[in-house]
Nanobody
Framework: QVQLVESGGGSVQAGGSLRLSCVASGITISNFCMRWYRRTAAGKQREWVSFIGPDGVTNYIDSVKGRFTISRDNAKNILYLQMNVLEPEDTAEYYC????????????WGHGTQVAVSS
C-alpha cells in the first residue's frame, strides 16, 4: 500500500522559513516524478509548485523560484520542500504527489500539511 505523509507545516511570519517533508512508503520516490502542490483557503484547484524527476531535474512555479528548493533523500525515501523568504501569498495546504513519469494523470497524494504566513 502506497502512503505519502507530509509534515513540517506551521505558522510563520513573512520572511521566515519552513521545511516540508513527505515520507513515502510502498514506492521508491527516486523512480517517480515527484511534485509539490498547494491549495489556498479559497478552495480553488490545487496549484503545482515544484517538481523533481528521477534524474534530479527540478522545476518551480515562477512565484517561488529563488525561494523554494525541492530535494529528496533517496536513502530515507523522503521528499522535501525548503521554503525561504515566505510571503503571505504562500499560505496554503501543501501536498506531495508521486506519479509515474510515463503518465499524465493519476498518481498518489498525501493528505497535506498547512502553511500559514502572516504579514
Amino acid at each position: 500500500q502506497v502512503q505519502l505523509v507530509e509534515s513540517g507545516g506551521g505558522s510563520v511570519q513573512a520572511g521566515g522559513s519552513l521545511r516540508l517533508s513527505c515520507v513515502a512508503s510502498g514506492i521508491t520516490i527516486s523512480n517517480f516524478c515527484m511534485r509539490w502542490y498547494r491549495r489556498t483557503a479559497a478552495g480553488k484547484q490545487r496549484e503545482w509548485v515544484s517538481f523533481i524527476g528521477p534524474d534530479g531535474v527540478t522545476n518551480y512555479i515562477d512565484s517561488v523560484k529563488g525561494r523554494f528548493t525541492i530535494s529528496r533523500d533517496n536513502a530515507k525515501n523522503i521528499l522535501y520542500l525548503q521554503m525561504n523568504v515566505l510571503e503571505p501569498e504562500d499560505t496554503a495546504e501543501y501536498y506531495c504527489q508521486a506519479r509515474s513519469c510515463s503518465t499524465s494523470a493519476g498518481g498518489y497524494w498525501g493528505h497535506g500539511t498547512q502553511v500559514a504566513v502572516s504579514s
